[in-house]
Each structure stands twice: as C-alpha cells, then as structure tokens.
C-alpha cells in the first residue's frame, strides 16, 4: 500500500491533469474542428490514481462542462491539500509524544 502521500500526491497530478484539459478546452472553444480533452483516472491497486487523455469522439464545445471540471479540480487540489496538512500535523503530534 501507497504512503498517505504518494496516494495525495497522485491526487494532486489528476487534478493539475483535469485542470489543464479544462483550460485547453476553453482556449480552442472556436477553434473549426477541435475535439475536446477528456480526462480518465484509473484507481490504482496501491492507492492513488492515474490519469490520462483521450479525444472526445466528436467535434464541439461543452463549456458547461469544462468550468464544472474546473472547479471540481479546485475542490480536489484542496482537498489533498488538506490530507497533506493533516499528515504533517499527525507526524508532529506522534513526535511529540515520543520525545
């Protein structure tokens, strides 16, 4: 099993990786063509996620979507923002009691 960290770390890469495909989608919005970013994350059996993109299968926009996207990878960023707050506090609470 993946360390509390390397498993909020993994976290971390999604929501930068969701956050970035989100912008791109709203930057080329007009652009004749594009296909939007889609972000997958597969569980990991350590712990954690991976992520990768793939191509929506058909041209067009859904702005919609991507600024719920973004704001979802906003909550994810503070939510494994907090474990690693949380952690840290831990550690120092368990070497208080040992000294």
Do not use: C, Y
């Not at 989100?22 to 990991?44: C, D, E, H, I, K």
């Not at 929506?56 to 960023?77: C, W, Y």
């Amino acid at each position: 099993m993946s360390s509390i960290s390397s498993i909020a770390l993994s976290g971390l890469h999604a929501a930068q990786t969701s956050l970035d495909a989100s912008a791109s989608n709203v930057a080329n919005l007009n652009t004749p063509g594009f296909r939007r970013q889609q972000v997958v994350q597969t569980t990991q059996a350590a712990g954690g996620v991976s992520t990768s993109l793939t191509s929506a299968s058909v041209e067009g926009s859904a702005l919609e979507t991507d600024l719920v996207n973004q704001l979802q990878a906003k909550n994810a960023f503070l939510a494994n923002i907090a474990v690693f707050k949380t952690s840290d506090k831990m550690a120092g609470a368990l070497l208080d009691e040992k000294a």
